[in-house]
């Protein structure tokens, strides 16, 4: 079983549905619970992070953790076509060892 | 300058060479680590540097190993280049603070043929 599992996708929206990712995870010393994006060709841009459990909301984006079942999640909201990229999600216990799910594809279509 | 700058953008090599990556951190940042990102796959922890010292290694046999430099730049060497090498290989800076505040690269993308 890998530490960090996450459903690869893809993943095709209408504009405007509500995105729905979620990563499950084993280690239970992970405390810092990261979700990037990743457009083609480039490097990951972090998105939000949450230290701990609870939910965190910037903008269209919301971000929960439940450390009790080892899952977490984010929500778009009124997606549109510039969300279109690989949704990464990640975990550390320490800053120095960042585990990474394998990434969703997500594509909202105009 | 911000931002974190990797070169080069792709490279080609072959099995059995050996290959440096460089890295520049974004301005203010005294920690890198190093990711290999296998086509399709989330990024695979490499190793860090902090201070010019390594602090703490992934999964990845010593043929893998790094520099950081006083200025906080870094290289990361591969020896004995193997066909599963073939990967984006990302740089990130952070400050120690800020386990989350990771910023990547756009990374190398290398080839080994």
């Known amino acids: 079983q890998k530490e960090v599992e996450q459903d690869p996708g893809p993943l095709s929206v209408p504009e405007g549905a509500i995105v729905s990712l979620n990563c499950t995870y084993s280690n239970s010393a992970f405390q810092y619970f990261m979700w990037y994006r990743q457009y083609s060709r480039k490097g990951p841009e972090l998105l939000m992070y949450?230290?701990?459990?609870g939910n965190k909301e910037d903008g269209r984006f919301t971000a929960q953790v439940d450390k009790s079942s080892k899952y977490i999640s984010l929500f778009i909201r009124d997606s549109q076509p510039s969300d279109s990229a690989t949704y990464l999600c990640?975990?550390?216990?320490?800053?120095?060892?960042?585990?990474f799910g394998a990434g969703t594809r997500l594509t909202v279509k105009p | 300058e911000t931002g974190v700058t990797q070169s080069p953008t792709h490279l080609i090599k072959t099995r059995g060479q050996q290959v440096t990556l460089r890295c520049s951190s974004q301005?203010?940042?005294?920690?890198v680590s190093w990711y290999q990102q296998a086509l399709g796959q989330g990024p695979q922890f490499i190793f860090q540097y902090y201070r010019e010292e390594e602090n703490g290694r992934g999964n990845f046999p010593p043929r893998f190993s790094g520099l950081q430099f006083p200025n906080y730049s870094s290289e990361l060497n591969v020896n004995a280049l193997e066909l599963d090498d073939s990967a984006l290989y990302l740089c990130?800076?952070?400050?120690?603070?800020?386990?989350?505040?990771?910023?990547f690269g756009s990374g190398t993308r290398l080839t080994v043929v």
């Open positions: 990640a975990m550390s216990a320490r800053n120095n060892d960042m585990r």
């Open positions: 301005s203010g940042h005294n920690t």
């Open positions: 949450t230290y701990s459990s």
């Open positions: 990130a800076s952070s400050l120690p603070a800020e386990p989350y505040g990771y910023t």
